[in-house]
């Protein structure tokens, strides 16, 4: 999306500025980025294999740090979901129809955006914790939500729920309902609507928004911290795992699993680029339209 | 295969601010009519009434002597042209006017063969031979208003609608277009109600025009019928701005010339 705004026709030298201020303002953002963004990831990778790949190899047999690994996808697995449907239900509800409350909804889904995650997690001990205010009943029927696998997925779904209804919202609302109303003037049913005109329409969008979900997903500490309990083998997630890894002075085990969740982000950045590209085709056909 | 429309008192609001006000209309089965008014005076919201597109407060949508408010969108089977022509943008021109043949129950649905050929007919009767593969995006205002005139008519409408057909298009175009769409529907004889804010498409194109001003209808009538016998106050200053400016027009050799006569 970032790349839009550069397609603006500006002649080049326009803005005016001399070649020496031209060269000392990149050399200023390539050194920013190299120290704060590429000089971690390497330091990563590099700690990670440090002391050879065998060693690397060793730290994910560690059946603790496999749990972790199967945890946080199984974690990323429902909550990705949840928020794609319900962020594409809530975006739709709200880019298609007029109702009371709207821009309510609008700020609430923004929220997660605001609040630290430490208050979302915090949020759901009030709640559900042993005594918090339904703790108690749910434990009365043996339903156990904080210190849970339970607690970690609906605690990863409200930080994450923005991703997705955030990436839609914009688009649906430029796109309109036109479409959707001549689909059913021509006889279409509701779901044929939605999968023939409403779905491909914002296909990119909403997989983009995925992925974004996704990323965060993995990698949140925060809220997941507070609800999880830190219980190895059961209730720790990768990000969880890497700090008590790193507490426990096991560098090199801690950076292993700190590689695995980084090369995770490294594919979804690079998924992220290819469908920008996409994504950004249609919105100029979008725009021509 | 045209039927009859009716319109009886009709009444719409949106919030506290009322649309349509006791709206009644005949319109005879293959006969073209035009919503003629002022923007805001509620001829796209009293299209969408008849489409379905819109719910009505109260009153009755008949087509023939079937009460269409009963009727699902499928089973109005109109064609609807819209504004801004809402064509499936990621289709491609076959897709898009195959797309109602495509939505049908497999029941009713025509095989694929069959759409094939209908859709050829439809892009010969449209004059867009040839422009089967390209997107909506490939296309100008004019061809891709006729794609959205060939996917209403590949349903076998029973009422065309058309909500300003030509609004979005430059001068030229336009009245080529006019004079194209009455040729069709001498053709076809659908019945058709159009809305436009411009008199002298109304005029051009119609049989009738139903001239409407907030939320009602002033009078309804042939060309001469408005013109010498206006009813009320409103339509007789509508048409006196056309009048006026179509003698301007003369005076001035073709410059466009826009005045009203002071009240």
């Known amino acids: 999306m970032s790349d839009l705004s550069i397609n603006a026709d500006v002649a080049p030298g326009a803005t005016g500025e001399t070649p020496l201020v031209k060269a000392a303002l990149i050399s200023t953002a390539v050194l920013f980025l190299a120290v704060f963004l590429f000089l971690p990831l390497i330091v990563v990778f590099l700690e990670g294999f440090r002391k050879g790949v065998g060693v690397f190899m060793e730290s994910f047999a560690d059946p603790d740090t496999l749990s972790a690994v199967k945890l946080t996808l199984l974690v990323a697995t429902i909550a990705v979901s949840f928020n794609a449907i319900v962020g594409l239900a809530a975006s739709w509800a709200i880019a298609k129809h007029h109702f009371k409350g709207k821009n309510l909804l609008l700020t609430l889904i923004d929220l997660p955006?605001?609040?630290?995650?430490?208050?979302?997690?915090?949020?759901?001990?009030?709640?559900?914790?042993?005594?918090?205010?339904?703790?108690?009943?749910?434990?009365?029927?043996?339903?156990?939500?904080?210190?849970?696998?339970?607690?970690?997925v609906l605690a990863t779904i409200l930080v994450t729920f923005p991703f997705v209804a955030r990436e839609l919202i914009p688009l649906m609302q430029s796109q309109g309902t036109s479409e959707e109303e001549a689909a059913l003037s021509l006889g279409a049913s509701g779901w044929q609507t939605f999968m023939k005109v409403t779905l491909p329409n914002i296909k990119w969008a909403l997989l983009y928004g995925v992925l974004l979900c996704n990323a965060r997903a993995m990698g949140e500490f925060g809220a997941v911290s507070v609800v999880s309990g830190h219980i190895r083998g059961l209730t720790n997630t990768m990000p969880l795992h890497i700090e008590i890894l790193y507490n426990e002075y096991n560098f090199v085990a801690a950076f292993a699993v700190a590689t695995l969740l980084a090369s995770l982000a490294l594919v979804t950045l690079v998924a992220k680029s290819v469908l920008e590209r996409h994504y950004a085709g249609e919105l100029n056909a979008l725009q021509r339209q | 295969m045209s039927v009859a429309v009716t319109v009886r008192h009709l009444e719409k609001s949106f919030g506290r601010y009322p649309a349509l006000r006791d709206v009644s209309l005949g319109v005879d089965a293959g006969e073209l009519i035009a919503l003629l008014g002022p923007s805001g005076s509620g001829k796209t919201t009293l299209l969408r009434a008849i489409a379905g597109l819109e719910q009505i407060d109260s009153g009755e949508v008949l087509f023939g002597d079937v009460d269409a408010t009963k009727l699902t969108l499928r089973e109005r089977r109109i064609g609807f042209v819209f504004q801004h022509y809402a064509l499936f943008r990621h289709m491609t021109v076959l897709d898009n006017i195959a797309f109602g043949l495509r939505a049908r129950p497999r029941s009713t649905r025509p095989s694929s063969q069959l759409i094939r050929t209908r859709v050829r007919e439809l892009l010969e009767l449209v004059q867009l031979d040839g422009l089967e593969d390209r997107y909506p995006t490939q296309l100008s205002g004019g061809q891709r208003q006729r794609v959205a005139l060939a996917r209403a008519l590949a349903i076998e409408p029973r009422v065309l609608l058309l909500d300003e057909p030509f609004g979005a298009l430059d001068a030229k175009v336009r009245k080529d277009l006019r004079r194209w769409l009455r040729e069709l529907h001498e053709r076809t004889k659908h019945t058709t109600v159009f809305v436009t804010h411009d008199q002298d498409e109304a005029f051009e194109l119609a049989d009738r025009v139903a001239i409407l001003s907030e939320g009602k209808i002033e009078q309804v009538g042939t060309v001469a019928e408005v013109f010498n016998k206006?009813?009320?106050?409103?339509?007789?200053?509508?048409?006196?701005?056309?009048?006026?400016?179509?003698?301007?027009?003369?005076?001035?050799?073709?410059?466009?010339?826009?005045?009203?006569r002071p009240a």
């Open chain 1, 113 to 152: 955006f605001s609040i630290s995650p430490v208050i979302s997690g915090l949020v759901y001990v009030l709640l559900f914790g042993a005594h918090g205010w339904l703790g108690p009943l749910l434990q009365s029927q043996g339903i156990q939500i904080i210190f849970a696998v339970p607690g970690i």
């Open chain 2, 230 to 260: 206006p009813s009320t106050a409103f339509v007789a200053d509508f048409l006196q701005a056309t009048e006026l400016r179509s003698t301007q027009n003369k005076a001035h050799q073709g410059s466009v010339v826009w005045m009203r």
